[in-house]
């Protein structure tokens, strides 16, 4: 048990980029989700996924964000046309079925 | 729909003096109900959970939570604090859904600080 990786750790970009950052879950977990968590606030849901399939989806993922886990195992959030309010701390989580969710240790994004 | 509440923002204690963190949750049936633990620049660790059976739920770290079904809290103990406990706390909610998502609300998290 390696746990849930996430890279990068930090990513720095221009206002309008498009980032991607991508999420290794615990190798026997068959759930994945996404949160999104600024400062002073806990982690909100953004997605989940139950192996390859997208069960879920927050209202807070607008239709610039995007996340895909096509073959069941890591998982890729894409944000398109990055705004200000994106900067944020992007958390992957992973669980076997209903068992509570092991984090990894997030993605930073900055916006410049 | 559900929700977590957190009493205080920060929680300012000694070392080896008791550590009380307060939630407080609404939800329309009993829930599941957490504890994370979030120390700088890192990801959220499982401290405890309360799902079903013994309402004093005991965890790592020295922990504890006892749920009061006629208080809707979950309040978080550690009779001794420790200089390592100083953290960001989160307590959070999930709904008893069969076969659901099972997707946690979060509180807006408490700071433990520690003195020496």
């Known amino acids: 048990d390696t746990g849930v990786s996430q890279d990068p750790r930090h990513k720095i970009t221009k206002r309008g980029q498009n980032v991607t950052f991508r999420c290794d879950p615990i190798?026997?977990?068959?759930?994945l989700y996404w949160y999104r968590q600024t400062l002073g606030q806990g982690p909100e849901f953004l997605t989940y996924?139950?192996?390859?399939?997208?069960?879920?989806k927050s209202r807070l993922l607008s239709d610039r964000f995007s996340a895909e886990r096509p073959k069941g195992s890591f998982s890729t959030l894409e944000i398109q046309r990055t705004e200000q309010g994106d900067s944020a701390m992007y958390l992957c989580?992973?669980?076997?079925?209903?068992?509570?969710?092991?984090f990894g240790d997030g993605t930073r994004l900055s916006i410049l | 729909a559900q929700s977590v509440t957190q009493l205080g923002s920060h929680v300012s204690v000694s070392e080896g003096a008791l550590v009380l963190l307060r939630c407080n949750y609404s939800?329309?049936?009993?829930?599941?109900l957490f504890w994370y633990v979030q120390y700088p620049n890192q990801g959220l660790q499982l401290l405890l959970k309360?799902?079903?059976?013994?309402?004093l739920v005991k965890g790592i770290n020295g922990f504890e939570a006892e749920f009061k079904k006629s208080e809707t809290s979950f309040h978080l103990t550690k009779p001794s604090a420790h200089m390592s406990d100083a953290a960001e706390y989160f307590c959070?909610?999930?709904?008893?859904?069969?076969?659901?998502?099972?997707?946690?609300?979060f509180g807006r998290g408490t700071s433990l600080i520690v003195h020496p």
């Open positions: 939800s329309s049936v009993p829930p599941y």
């Open positions: 959070a909610v999930s709904p008893r859904r069969g076969g659901g998502s099972y997707i946690p609300t």
């Open positions: 996924f139950q192996n390859e399939a997208q069960l879920e």
């Open positions: 190798s026997e977990h068959n759930r």
């Open positions: 309360y799902t079903t059976g013994a309402t």
């Open positions: 989580a992973s669980s076997l079925d209903l068992q509570p969710q092991h």
